[in-house]
């Protein structure tokens, strides 16, 4: 139901976004190397950062899965207004996810698991380390903590309007043990504008 609304108007988030050096769909797309892989991304939305690997990566062929038709819908509309042919979509539960053990190079989830509780997300994260292959790759791309006090001020009224309260926990998590626990290593750390992708390998 709340992404039947917001459907209409997410993609006004990408006012935030408007440098591509500091916006982190640009950067997922600079990370993943434009060769044949078969991409996952989890809580794909409207598909705004893996559309962008889509487009810059033409060799990498991508499905995107999402529980939410409505954002889906949105996101196969601009697929097809974009003329992408290396995206396909579908309504899956990231958390029961119906694909096999080891079958995807690499999985990316952007700006999903901050709206998740903790056990909820660490079973997400088990899903995905489950499809990839053993040298497989995951980004996450998600908020980070702000460095001065009022870019957490204005960033903390931000949140406030837009995401459920825990997101004030996940801003705090240790993603070197949470990874671990999950079955991936942490590689590097890129920061952006609001966010950061954790780059980490299956372990
Ligand atoms: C804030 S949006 C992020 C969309 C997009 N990835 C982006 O970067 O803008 C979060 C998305 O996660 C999806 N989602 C939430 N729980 C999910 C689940 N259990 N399985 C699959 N998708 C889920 C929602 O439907 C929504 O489209």
């Known amino acids: 139901m709340k992404y039947k609304i917001l459907s209409f108007f997410y993609d006004l988030v990408e006012f935030f976004f408007s440098n591509p050096e500091t916006n982190p769909r640009h950067g997922l797309a600079r990370l993943i190397p ?23 990566n033409s060799k990498n062929r991508i499905t995107g899965i999402d529980l939410s038709a409505d ?22 539960d990231a958390l029961n996810m119906d694909i096999e ?3 995807f190079d690499i999985a990316t989830s952007s700006f999903g698991l901050h709206e998740m509780e903790y056990p909820v997300m660490e079973n997400i994260l ?28 204005f960033f903390r009224v931000y949140l406030l309007l837009t995401s459920p309260s825990h997101v004030k926990d996940f801003l705090k998590y240790d993603w070197e043990a949470v990874m671990k626990e999950c079955g991936f290593r942490i590689d590097k750390i890129e920061p952006y504008r609001i966010s950061q992708i954790i780059c980490a390998s299956r372990l």
């Open 126 to 153: 088990k899903e995905i380390n489950r499809i990839l292959k053993k040298d497989g790759r995951f980004y996450l791309v998600d908020y980070q903590l702000q460095d001065t006090a009022i870019k957490r001020f």
């Open 71 to 92: 954002m889906l819908q949105v996101a196969n509309r601009k697929i097809r207004k974009q003329g992408l042919t290396n995206v396909t979509t579908f309504r899956m």
């Open 34 to 56: 434009d060769e044949d892989l078969q991409i996952l991304d989890v809580c794909f939305g409207t598909g705004n950062s893996t559309l962008m690997v889509a487009k810059n």
């Open 101 to 103: 053990d080891e079958s």
